[in-house]
T-cell receptor
Framework: EDQVTQSPEALRLQEGESSSLNCSYT??????LFWYRQDPGKGPEFLFT???AGEEKEKERLKATLTKKESFLHITAPKPEDSATYLC?????????????FGTGTLLAVQP | DTGVSQDPRHKITKRGQNVTFRCDPI?????LYWYRQTLGQGPEFLTY????????KSRLLSDRFSAERPKGSFSTLEIQRTEQGDSAMYLC???????????FGDGTRLSIL
């Protein structure tokens, strides 16, 4: 069964303290891995898509990387406005499905 | 690009009542998805439309749930005879070609009294 596991569940950082969030996945065949940011009471906001091992994407203080079994979201010198829940999702091969399978997310709090 | 729009943002209803939610996708997107999210969990897939055709339904979508997308534009999700366990955030997303990122609306939060 396709599965996505994110760690840690919660992470508290000081402003400027870099860290990484992990997303481990088990799928029959990976079509794409997606990172989203979700603020309280809002829908997920798209950040990155990664399609193959070795691929990297960057946006401001965020960098996403992908291996054959996991993805990392690196946060460099975070600011309080980076506080949010970060969700990882996979799109797997198989049938006509276009669904995303999400992890439970990492709740990030950045303190000034 | 005005984004995915959902209405209402909040719905409070009594157990046993019927509710209907609406989703307006990004105009050029032909794929539309419904997800459900409960507190502390990631979104869970409910159903998927390509244009007006409903191509996939999750086993989470009991026979009390029905979704439509007439003319391949907006979509509605109806829940009949609501139950306490239906309390959740109902999210709609849309995308263009297959494997393009899905863009989400801000959801409808359903509370069952």
């Amino acid at each position: 069964e396709d599965q996505v596991t994110q760690s840690p569940e919660a992470l508290r950082l000081q402003e400027g303290e870099s860290s990484s969030l992990n997303c481990s996945y088990t799928v029959s065949g990976l079509r794409g891995l997606f990172w989203y940011r979700q603020d309280p009471g809002k829908g997920p906001e798209f950040l990155f898509t990664l399609y193959s091992a070795g691929e990297e994407k960057e946006k401001e203080r965020l960098k996403a990387t992908l291996t054959k079994k996991e993805s990392f979201l690196h946060i460099t010198a975070p600011k309080p406005e980076d506080s949010a829940t970060y969700l990882c999702a996979v799109h797997a091969y198989g049938g006509a499905t276009n669904k995303l399978i999400f992890g439970t997310g990492t709740l990030l709090a950045v303190q000034p | 690009d005005t984004g995915v729009s959902q209405d209402p943002r909040h719905k409070i209803t009594k157990r046993g009542q019927n509710v209907t939610f609406r989703c307006d996708p990004i105009s050029e997107h032909n794929r539309l998805y419904w997800y459900r999210q409960t507190l502390g969990q990631g979104p869970e897939f409910l159903t998927y439309f390509q244009n007006e055709a409903q191509l996939e339904k999750s086993r989470l979508l009991s026979d009390r749930f029905s979704a439509e997308r007439p003319k391949g534009s907006f979509s509605t999700l109806e829940i009949q005879r609501t139950e306490q366990g239906d309390s959740a955030m109902y999210l709609c997303a849309s995308s263009g070609d297959s494997n393009q990122p899905q863009h989400f609306g801000d959801g409808t939060r359903l509370s069952i009294l």
